[in-house]
Every structure is written in C-alpha cells, then in structure tokens.
C-alpha cells in the first residue's frame, strides 16, 4: 500500500521548500507579449524544477511514501488562448524539464496523479461547459505525456467528478472525445453532493473508478467496509492496476476523536463536515481507511505529507 499526498510539500517545519508559483488571468493579460512570454517561463521552470526536486525527496523516502498528486498549475494559466500559444513558443526549453521529472518518477517507482478542479464537468449540460472541461483534461493529459506517461492504461491518474445534469450519457459522450492518451489517464471518483458511489460505478466499463470513503460517508451517512459488494466492481474497473481511494476526515472539533460518528448524533451541517481536517486524529477511522489492503491511498488532508507521514507511522506501529 502506497500513501501519497496532495500538491504541497511541507518540511518538518511545516514550511514549503518548493513550492509553485502562480499568477493571475488578470494580471497576465495586463501585459505586452515579450513580458507574458518572461512571466510564463519563469513561472513554469521555477514549478518544473521544484516538482523535480519534491520527486527527490520522495525517492529517499520508503517505497510506500512515493505518491504525490501534482497541483494543476504546473503550467500557469495555459489554457487562457493568449497563454497557450506562448507556451508553444516555450516548449522546446520546458519539454526537458517534464522530460526529467517523468524519468525520475519512474525510475524510483513514484505514483504520480492530477486532480482537475470543480469545474471542469464532463456531463454538464452547456456544451461550453464541457468543451472547457475537455481542454482542462487534455491540458493535464498533455503535461503527463510529456514527462512520458499516457503510453498504457493507467501508467498515470487524472481524476475527476462525474457531477452534470447530463449524468453517466453525458460523461460517457464527452469520454469519448477525449484523446487516446487521456482516456488511458482519466479515473471518476465519488462525490459528497451529487454523484454517488452507484452513479460513477455506471461509468467502470470506461474508465477506472476512485473510491472516496469520506464523500461516500458525507453522502451517505454510511462507513463503507472493505468486503462491501460494490468493492470488487471498483477493483475490476481498474484492469489489474493496483487501485486507489481518497481518505480525508471532518474538521477537528466537528467529529469525535474515537468511533466511527452517526451524522444523526452530531450538531452540525452537512455542508461543513465537507472540509478536510488538518490531521488525521481519529485512529479508529484511521484503522478503517487502512482496511483496503488492496488499494493505494491519497491523503486528502490540509497537513499532506506531514499528515500522511502520521499515518504511516500509525499504520506500522498501531501508535501516534
């Protein structure tokens, strides 16, 4: 079993030694063209050089901890148009630069996933909507070609929600415009509002699907165990590749720090146990996220690694 971690790297003093750097649409669009093309090559080497060098302190790490989802602004603002056609112009110098984190991921056997936002839909019902969210995906599939993955099914994950109006027909039409290497890439997961468990499980014949054991809870009130029915068909979708779930638990305060908690029994909107916790506090529900002996685990939790470092130290030795 793997634990990865989402986006941000945190030293031991909870400080990020290297982190992305972002700039507005705003801002960006402000300038002339030799500045933009300045502004977008400093922003994108600085982002591929500290991926590079997060990837080597994960390849120092034990082989359980080399799992990381990368930020989504990698390449800042390249799907704004006036931002994409720069990065053509870039491409020759930062080609390199995805090249050797690619390498290094795979060489120190790092798993390696993007996370779409909230707004790329592929079943919405605005065909504006989706095309966004079309060129969202490819943006995050090109990224991961390029660092040379996108060759096999699953040698890489781009995960998203199934949440549309247009449901499992309009996710599996917009599937099917995607490119050959993001239909290799692309995961659904379940979602706390809209789509359960059962709804992605419609889309497993297309494409792998992600367990998210804290939304499933927040949905429906119900701890879903390791020999639930639905978890061989979630396992099936993955095609032998090793599969993953989303952990992440309530706010400190809102849940007790023992027991699996009954919504019915606490005083708080749904709505706010939605949140992620800084750490995971509660080793019962630790214990139970560690039951899926057959998945791989992504720590959705606001401390990451140092977070997820707990819960491997808590996962060998039963201790804080």
């Known amino acids: 079993m793997k634990l990865g971690f989402a986006c941000k790297y945190f030293d031991a003093q909870a400080k990020q030694p290297f982190p992305f750097k972002i700039t507005t649409r705003t801002r960006f669009l402000g300038l002339d063209h030799p500045v933009r093309t300045e502004l977008l090559a400093q922003l994108a080497t600085n982002n591929l050089n500290n991926l590079y060098l997060t990837l080597e302190q994960l390849a120092k790490q034990p082989d359980a ?76 599939a090109l990224c991961a070609v390029l660092m040379g993955y996108g060759r096999q099914f699953q040698d890489f994950k781009i995960n998203i929600h199934m949440n549309g109006k247009k449901g499992i027909d309009g996710f599996r039409a917009a599937f099917q415009r995607l490119s050959p290497e993001a239909r290799n890439m692309l995961t659904v997961e379940n979602d706390e509002i809209s789509c359960s468990l059962d709804d992605v499980l419609q889309a497993r014949d297309l494409c792998p699907v992600v367990l998210d054991i804290h939304h499933h809870w927040v949905k429906e009130n119900q701890f879903i165990k390791a020999d639930d029915d639905r978890i061989p068909l979630i396992i099936a979708s993955w095609r032998g590749v090793r599969p993953v779930l989303h952990y992440s638990i309530a706010l400190e305060g809102l849940i007790p720090e023992a027991g699996l908690p009954d ?42 690694n140092l977070a997820r470092d707990r819960l491997y130290h808590y996962s060998l030795t039963g201790k804080e």
């Open 65 to 140: 901890l080399r799992m990381m989802r990368i930020g989504s602004d990698l390449l800042p603002l390249y799907t704004v148009p006036e931002a994409t056609a720069i990065y053509s112009e870039l491409m020759p110098d930062l080609q390199p630069l995805l090249a050797r984190c690619g390498d290094m991921a795979r060489a120190h056997n790092i798993r390696l996933s993007f996370h779409p936002g909230q707004y790329s839909v592929l079943a919405s019902d605005n065909e504006g909507v989706v095309d966004r969210a079309i060129e969202d995906v490819e943006y995050h």
């Open 263 to 304: 919504q019915q029994d606490l005083a708080v909107a749904k709505t706010k146990l939605r949140a992620h916790s800084d750490y995971y506090f509660n080793q019962d529900l630790n214990d139970w996220a560690l039951s899926f002996k057959d998945f791989d685990i992504m720590c959705e939790v606001k401390m990451k």
